[in-house]
Structure formats: C-alpha cells, structure tokens
Nanobody, 115 residues
Framework: QVQFVESGGGLVQSGGSLRLSCVVS????????MGWSRQAPGKEREWVAA???????TYGDSVKGRFTISRDNAKNTVYLQMNSLKPEDTALYYC?????????WGQGTQVTVSS
C-alpha cells in the first residue's frame, strides 16, 4: 500500500515563502514520477510541478521562477519550495505520483496567502 502524505501548508502573507513536503511510504518501487498540483475553491485542479527519476523537472506556467520542486530519494520525499507567494496561489496542494502522476494521491495540504 503506497501512501503519500503532505505537510507544510499554512497561512502566509503575500510575498512570503513556504516549503511543502510529501513523504511516500510503502512500496516505492513503481514511483517514477512525483509532482504537485493544486485546487482552489470553484476552480479546476491545476498542475504545478513534477520531477521524474531522471531528475527532469517541469513547471506550470503560473509558478515558473517562483516555485522549485526537488526530491530526496533516500527519504522518499518530494518538496515544493514556494517563494514570492501571491494571493492567487491560495489552494489545496496535492502531492501525487507513481508510474504516472495520477496513480497515487495524498490528502492535500492547505496553503493560504493573504494580501
């Protein structure tokens, strides 16, 4: 049973920073890609960033230059460093991954950016 557990969300002022963490437990042999997405109230889920086992990284256009994804394979953890946060970054942030990004999902961690 693979589980993704996010942490690190919270309330931050506009321009501030947060770092999200996602720990993967259980069998991680089939985890070839991990990433983050987010969903704001009343909006569709938006993909934010992804990183695969080869270290190839991609970002959504809305976060390029502000967010950084990284992973620590020894700790089975993926991180999302979020800088220069804006009120429009407010959302429930999900970690996911597997052989594809949609195989396994965490429960989400709330990020709220005040203006």
């Amino acid at each position: 049973q693979v589980q993704f557990v996010e942490s690190g969300g919270g309330l931050v002022q506009s321009g501030g920073s947060l770092r999200l963490s996602c720990v993967v437990s259980g069998s991680s042999d089939n985890i070839s890609v991990m990433g983050w997405s987010r969903q704001a109230p009343g909006k569709e889920r938006e993909w934010v960033a992804a990183i695969n086992n080869d270290g190839v990284i991609t970002y959504g256009d809305s976060v390029k230059g502000r967010f950084t994804i990284s992973r620590d394979n020894a700790k089975n953890t993926v991180y999302l460093q979020m800088n220069s946060l804006k009120p429009e970054d407010t959302a429930l942030y999900y970690c996911s991954g597997g052989e594809s990004l949609s195989d396994y999902w965490g429960q989400g961690t709330q990020v709220t950016v005040s203006s």
